[in-house]
Structure formats: C-alpha cells, structure tokens
C-alpha cells in the first residue's frame, strides 16, 4: 500500500510516496520498477524523479508536487471544466505517453488518477510502478476500467494497449465520470463484455464528432487499428478541436489556424499586422494612431489583458461584429460602432454600468449600449426615474439576443439594427451615455476621425 504526502525537500515542496504495510515480493518489485523507469525519464509532461529515501526504515519516492492534484479528484470536486481546458490536458497527456513510447516503455496503466496538474495545469503522466520495457515486457497489469481488450485476454501487447487506455481517459474527460463504474465490477465482467462482446460506453451527448471519431479508433478492439500516439501528437487534433470550438465563425477558424496555431494569446502589435495581412489592408505607417485600429483594438483586446488578444477575446469580437470577411467590412463595422452608436461603450460589466450612471450630473433615461456576458448578444442599461417611494435611482439592463449577420432580438421581436431596438425603449432610455474608451483616446491623440474609406486595401 502507498500514500502520497506533500513535504519539502531542500527548501523545495516536494511529493513523497511513502510504501506502508508489508513489504513484500511483489511490493518491492512494483517500486524498484518506478525507481528505474522515472530515473531515465525528463520532460515536461512526465512527473519528475528527484530521489529516493529509505530513512525511517521506508521507501520514499520523492517527485515533483503537482498542487491541483489527480485529474480523477478534479473531474470529480471540481467537474465542468471548460473544453479547452480538457484538450490542453488531453494534448499534454499525449505528448508525455508519446514520450514513454519513444524511450520504448509502456505505461500499461493509463489513467486520470495516474495524471496529474500543477499549478499553472501543466499535465503530468504518473505512476510507472506497472511500466515495462517494450522488448522486455514480463507480465499484463493495470486497471480494469482502462484495460485493452488484448490485455485482458491474456494475449500479446504493445504500445497500442496504452493507446486504448488513452481513448478511455478522452471519454473521461468528456463525460467526467468513470468508464463503467457500477456496471461492470469483477475481471470477468470486463473481459465477457469489453474483450468479447466488444462493447464500449455510451459516448455523451457533448462531443464533437472529430473527438468521437479519434476516441473511437483509439479504443478499436484490433491493435492494428488504433493510431500511435506519434500519429496523435502529429495530428495536431487537440488545436484543432480547441479552434473550432472556441471561434464558431469559418473564417475566423481559417485566419487563427493560418497565423497563431497552437497559440492562444498574443501581443497586439503581433495580432494586428496578421489579421490586416489576412483581411488584405496594408498597414500604414503610425497605424496605432488611426480611430479604426482604436476601435480594433478596444473590440479585439482582451479585457482583463491589455495589449493581449486571446482566442476568447477574438471569438467574441467576431460573434459582435461579425460574421468576418476578407476586406474591409469587419472593419468599417467595428469603427462604425464605436464612433457612430449614441450611447455605445463596449465591454463593461452591470456593476461598472451602474457606477457610470449614479452620478448626479447623469440625467434620468441615460441609457448605454454594452457588450453582454455572452458573446455576440448586447445590454442596454439605463438610469430609471426615481419614484415617489424612494429617493434614489434604480438601474434597468434589458438583454438584447444577437448572432452574426442575424437579427437583433428584444422582446420576442426581431429588430434589423440595435437603433431599432433602441427606439422601442424610448420610454426609458431617452438619452444616450456621454462619451466612451474610443472618444477618450482619440481625444488625448488629438486625432481627426477618419473614415473608412481612407483604407489602403492590397489587391
């Protein structure tokens, strides 16, 4: 039995396993097997070997700490864990079983509680107690959730018995639960209905086909038909899949996969001279003082990063201003709406909405336009007439429904620009908020509002 405990080693936070019970045979061969395996492993995605220790009369393995612990506790404290989240994982876990593989060694118990997150959830494959040398495997051991069809037939296997395990562990990730828990309990459940019957669990409802579609080969009841994890890695799958499902918009997808593939946050001055190259405008020279790439940037940035365009940040610009086009309508839209709107401020939160309504010198139906917590959709919030039953205002935010190139919804009614939503409110929102971030800043530029015909489109 082994028990793993935080401790410090040379002023350094360290994980120590520490062998309890019976020292027996099997015990001992388990643990002089990790020793061995860990000692000869370095990279980012394998959990580090720092020593041995058998003070005390234990054996302690002492590795690196991994503070957020197994994925087996996370998917189960702390379930719903955002897609991209689990495909970082999901591609880190590839790259340190890619790595075993290459150094010929087979995990052979492949699993999320043998996987482990650091504090900034860099992934961490673990435990190489049941590990094995891939010309010199000895004996078939693992857990049976996670057990390849050949493993549990007692049959001949290699590398690709990992790669099954594998696509159990992207079916956990996805449904957060364990495969086959409750349902199938002793060795011969597993291999009457996982080896013969061939049966697999049920796949949720919330997976994109290309995830099935790898899941699916990855646990393929013959070996042969199962990808390497080299294929995986080179695949790029996970990259694609965390694009496609954080920018719905096309082209979009075609723009980042074009010039920030496997990035998900960039600098400004880097975003801007790729999209522009994409969208064919030439940059001119102090483009960073025109009222559009103000506008841009305000729209494109992401807000709690300044100077910093995330996936996110540039998924949700698309889902407002959108959908993208090569040219110059993203934009001249984008500008329009910052220098043209009445009442327009951008991403701003209600509370901060509120804030920027309370003073005094802000007239009652002051509305504003804002960007909503869900891309793509908008708020109007305005200062509401004081009744006569209190002395303060109270604040209203009316949630508009919007998707690219769609119609703009309020009220179970389609309007065709949110000035038409607008003057439906004209009871209550009368006067538009003074001034926004993009008035700001061309002011402090001393900047002269150019139009958007100024642009300089390459041909």
Request: neutral net charge; charged residues 25%; glycine residues 6%.
């Amino acid at each position: 039995m082994c028990h793993t405990y935080r401790g410090t080693c040379r002023g350094t936070t360290v994980a120590v396993k520490i062998l309890d019970g019976e020292l027996n045979d099997e015990v001992m061969e388990d643990f002089k097997n990790e020793v061995i395996v860990m000692s000869k492993l370095r990279h980012a995605n394998l959990l580090l070997f720092m020593g041995l220790s058998t003070g005390s009369g234990k054996l302690k393995l002492v590795t690196e700490y991994a503070s957020r612990g197994s994925l087996h506790d996370i998917l189960r404290e702390k379930p719903g864990i955002d897609f991209k989240r689990k495909m970082l994982v999901a591609k880190q876990t590839s790259l340190g079983v890619f790595w075993l593989h290459q150094s010929k060694i087979l995990h052979l118990d492949l699993k999320p509680a043998n996987i482990f997150v650091d504090e900034n959830w860099v992934t961490k494959v673990a435990d190489f107690g049941l590990s094995q040398l891939k010309d010199d495997i000895q004996f078939a051991g693992g857990t049976l959730h996670y057990m390849a069809p050949e493993v549990l037939n007692g049959e001949d296997f290699d590398e690709k018995a990992d790669v099954y395990s594998f696509g159990l562990v992207l079916w956990e990730f996805m449904s957060e639960v364990v495969p086959w828990n409750n349902v199938l309990v002793k060795f011969e459940d597993f291999k009457e209905h996982v080896a013969i019957r061939q049966e697999r669990p049920k796949m949720p409802a919330n997976v994109p086909q290309k995830l099935i579609q790898l899941i699916e080969h990855c646990w393929a009841q013959n070996p042969a038909h199962r990808p390497t994890m080299q294929q995986i890695v080179a695949s790029d799958i996970f990259d694609h899949l965390i694009i496609e499902h954080v920018i719905t918009d096309r082209v979009g997808q075609e723009f980042w996969k074009a010039h920030f593939f496997g990035k998900y946050e960039v600098k400004w001055p880097r975003f801007i001279k790729g999209f522009m190259r994409f969208l064919g405008i030439n940059l001119v020279e102090n483009y960073d003082r025109m009222a559009e790439f103000i506008a841009l940037k305000l729209s494109l940035e992401q807000p709690t990063q300044e100077g910093v365009v995330t996936i996110e940040s540039f998924s949700a610009a698309l889902s407002w201003h959108g959908p993208l086009t090569k040219g110059k309508n993203f934009v001249i839209n984008v500008h329009k709406m910052w220098s043209s709107l009445p009442g327009f401020v951008g991403p701003c939160t209600s509370k901060e909405a509120e804030q920027l309504l309370a003073p005094e010198k802000i007239k009652e139906c002051t509305y504003m336009i804002r960007f909503s917590s869900t891309p793509g959709d908008y708020v109007v919030s305005f200062k509401a007439k004081k009744s006569k039953e209190t002395t303060t205002n109270r604040f209203v935010h009316y949630k508009i429904l919007h998707k690219p190139g769609g119609p703009f919804q309020f009220d179970n009614k389609d309007f065709e620009s949110l000035d038409a939503c607008i003057k439906v409110m004209k009871k209550h929102a009368k006067l538009p908020f003074p001034g926004n971030k993009f008035s700001q800043v061309v002011s402090q530029l001393s900047l002269n509002v150019t139009g958007a015909s100024d642009y300089k489109v390459g041909l």
